[in-house]
T-cell receptor, first 113, second 112 residues
Framework: AQTVTQSQPEMSVQEAETVTLSCTYD???????LFWYKQPPSRQMILVIR??????QNATENRFSVNFQKAAKSFSLKISDSQLGDTAMYFC??????????FGKGTRLSVIA | DAMVIQNPRYQVTQFGKPVTLSCSQT?????MYWYQQKSSQAPKLLFH???????NEADTPDNFQSRRPNTSFCFLDIRSPGLGDAAMYLC???????????FGPGTRLTVT
């Protein structure tokens, strides 16, 4: 069975600071994909960043980057220069083989002015 | 822009009165998904279609049905909504399994 664990139900960060959201996962597959999704309050869920397991290089999208530790099965998201618009629920998700996404329970991030 | 569209955005129905939610996509993706999301929780997969192949999650109640008449459209039918079915319903698509999913804005269902 595949599982995704987000151990931080809520976090807060000051505007312009850096914050890291944690995610660990478990899968027996060798080829898989990891994602971070963002869901702002009452708004659409959007993909923030994706990581292919076979790639050693950590994915980066502007202010968002990941720390992918395959052996430790860890996939954390770092948000640099936090902005008020980053306030949202963040879901870590795992996709492997012919199975649908497995989501973590989410981390609610509040960016404080 | 290519996108996933859900209608209506808000739906109010009465207890036991059938309701249909719709989803359309312009991405030409093979896979379409329906999720149920309750407040502050992760989306829960109800079912998905890979092309015309329907896949029901084991714990999806029989009260929920789905139709995909063509690549672009997918419908969620709730035959007899209960108060516990009040939730946000999300439609998503992906080109294939293992690829990122693109979500629609959701339909918020209220059951009175």
């Amino acid at each position: 069975a595949q599982t995704v664990t987000q151990s931080q139900p809520e976090m807060s960060v000051q505007e312009a600071e850096t914050v890291t959201l944690s995610c660990t996962y478990d899968t027996s597959e060798n080829n898989y994909y990891l994602f971070w999704y963002k869901q702002p309050p009452s708004r659409q869920m959007i993909l923030v960043i994706r990581q292919e397991a076979y790639k050693q290089q950590n994915a980066t999208e502007n202010r968002f980057s990941v720390n992918f530790q395959k052996a430790a099965k860890s996939f954390s998201l770092k948000i640099s220069d936090s902005q008020l618009g980053d306030t949202a629920m963040y879901f870590c998700a795992l996709n492997s083989g012919n199975t649908p996404l497995v989501f973590g329970k989410g981390t609610r991030l509040s960016v404080i002015a | 822009d290519a996108m996933v569209i859900q209608n209506p955005r808000y739906q109010v129905t009465q207890f036991g009165k059938p309701v249909t939610l719709s989803c359309s996509q312009t991405l030409n993706h093979n896979v379409m998904y329906w999720y149920q999301q309750k407040s502050s929780q992760a989306p829960k997969l109800l079912f998905h279609y890979y092309d015309k192949d329907f896949n029901n999650e084991a714990d999806t109640p029989d009260n929920f049905q789905s139709r995909r008449p063509n690549t672009s459209f997918c419908f969620l039918d709730i035959r007899s909504p209960g108060l516990g079915d009040a939730a946000m319903y999300l439609c998503a698509t992906s080109a294939r399994f293992g690829y990122e999913q693109y979500f629609g804005p959701g339909t918020r269902l209220t059951v009175t």
